[in-house]
């Protein structure tokens, strides 16, 4: 059994009861998964990015056999050095609610229940000549893609983004290129997009002075809601991507808080006592109808602050039954249908065209206005409705590899692995832990090898209306139909 293979039966948990790996080869494998110069303390752990960046490609392109030929066809054919765009997303977050434990420390002791996560993940690899795509990562939004830079014991506030931000941006621009073979010669150059951002630390990235407002042209909630109203992008403000599943979420949130307030058509800050008694009895009634009709509990708060009970799949399952949703909540079919196809088609990861998606938006802002107007747009749907288009033509890559979700879907991997992977005997060996582990978990050939032994389904075939968004929608067609066919 290969080193590799080994590590991920263990990372997995994909070991019957009779079967035992070697350790010997266990800890092979994980001395390659790691890059050099990691640096490890009792509050933080991190990995220069150049170096992180340098064992990523190594790790894609020299431990596989078809990768190397590939490479060596291309040098052949051109007869000259081939140079590598490698393009890459990182960000980061804040991520509460670790579990504390009771370490001794030399020093201050740290708080434990709040980090500072700082993650990267490699989405494509080009010939910088004609664009010949070499490597695309199958699985851009997994959580467990994401490959830690910094992970250190801190609070997410205003100075901790600005410094943290100001500390990426700097190891992203002082990047060097690196020879990746010599015999043929492969130069690969680093492209980083800081897109891994959620609307908090948006906010302050581009000096939004209230989270109410747009984050792209801080446009105002009345200016908002002026359909006739001329946003115009700040400087740099397009670059950082969109939400997508934040767009998902906010687009359902709006949507049940309409089928709250149809009985009064009032925004909840003009309410007197009696309509927001009527406001409240709708409710009632209104999540009633979404667990009876679709067996989705919507809008209720989990116990220790978790948020509330509407998830991405609840969104997602929402959209999927339009009809049901407009009824319920007594909004337009075409609404739903139209913030559905939106959502989706930024998740898909193809190619949009930006053209056909402002026609899209323009059109579902329309409906809006019109039936809606009372009730204020989300400054995340303004971000999709008005600057959405601009945001695509802007992005170097599809809108939907670049978006913040894998670095959300791995806050709770986080927590899982501080509280049964992490040593408890001191504040070192837990952050160690964490940090190494993680950085296992991630590496591309492990990656490849657990997703290409997990169980394939049939993959869903695109509706019309998402195809009808994307660049070249009859490649879409015949790839989905290729795809269902080989599995």
């Known amino acids: 059994m290969p080193a590799f293979v080994a590590l991920s039966f263990v990372l997995t948990k994909h070991v019957s009861k009779d079967m035992y790996v070697e350790m010997k080869k266990v800890l092979a494998a994980k001395f390659d998964c790691r890059p050099v110069g990691c640096d490890l303390s009792s509050t933080s752990g991190q990995v220069p990015l150049q170096n992180l960046l340098e064992h990523t490609a190594k790790r894609i392109f020299l431990e596989d056999a078809e ?60 010939v910088e000549d004609d664009d010949t795509i070499v490597y695309k990562n199958p699985h851009p939004n997994s959580a467990s893609s994401c490959r830690p830079i910094r992970i250190a014991i801190e609070r997410e506030n205003k100075f901790s983004i600005q410094r ?31 897109t891994m951002v959620d609307g908090k630390v948006l906010n302050e990235l581009t000096s939004n002075p209230a989270s109410s407002n747009c984050p792209i042209c801080h446009a105002k909630p009345k200016e908002m809601n002026n359909p006739k109203g001329v946003f115009t992008p700040k400087p740099g403000t397009l670059n950082f991507g969109l939400s997508i599943l934040h767009f998902g979420l906010r687009s359902f949130d709006t949507i049940c808080n309409i089928g709250y307030r149809q009985d009064v058509k009032k925004f909840h800050l003009h309410m007197s006592p009696d309509e927001k008694r009527l406001v409240t009895n709708r409710e009632t009634r209104v999540k009633q109808e979404f667990r009876e009709q679709l067996g989705l509990i919507v809008d209720q708060r989990r116990d220790g602050g978790a948020g509330t009970t509407t998830t991405g799949n609840v969104a997602r399952k929402a959209f999927q039954n339009p009809e049901i949703v407009a009824r319920i909540c ?35 802002e329309k409906i809006y206005f019109d039936h809606v107007k009372w009730y204020c747009l989300s400054p995340t749907i303004h971000k999709v409705l008005k600057h959405g288009k601009q945001i695509i033509e802007a992005c170097v890559l599809p809108i939907g590899m670049t978006n913040e979700e894998p670095g959300e879907a791995n806050n709770k991997f986080l927590r899982k692995i501080r509280l049964y992977h992490a040593r408890k005997s001191s504040w070192l060996n837990g952050m160690s832990d964490l940090f190494l582990r993680l950085m296992d978990i991630s590496d591309p050939k492990i990656q490849a090898y657990v997703h290409c032994k997990k169980k394939k389904h049939n993959s869903e075939i695109l509706p019309e209306p998402i195809k009808k968004l994307l660049k070249m929608p009859e490649l879409q067609i015949s790839r989905d139909a290729s795809d269902s066919e080989e599995e």
């Not at 943290?164 to 073979?181: G, N, P, Q, W, Y």
């Not at 088609?345 to 899209?360: C, E, R, T, W």
């Open 67 to 126: 990768q190397i030929t590939m490479l060596q066809a291309l040098a052949q054919k051109k007869q000259t050095p081939i140079r590598l765009r490698f393009y890459f997303k990182f960000g980061f977050d804040g991520v509460g609610s670790f579990p504390t434990f009771m370490q001794k420390v030399d020093g201050e002791v740290p708080d434990g229940s709040t980090y500072l996560v700082s993650q990267m993940v490699p989405l494509q690899a080009e």
């Open 164 to 194: 943290e931000a100001s500390r990426l941006m700097k190891e992203v621009e002082e990047l060097t290129e690196f020879s990746l073979l010599s015999d043929p010669q492969v130069i690969v150059t680093f492209k980083g997009l800081l």
């Open 330 to 364: 007594d909004v337009s079919v075409k609404l739903v249908e139209n913030l559905g196809t939106l959502w989706s088609a930024l998740a898909s990861g193809y190619a949009i065209d930006p053209d056909k998606f402002g026609v899209l938006c323009e059109e579902t």
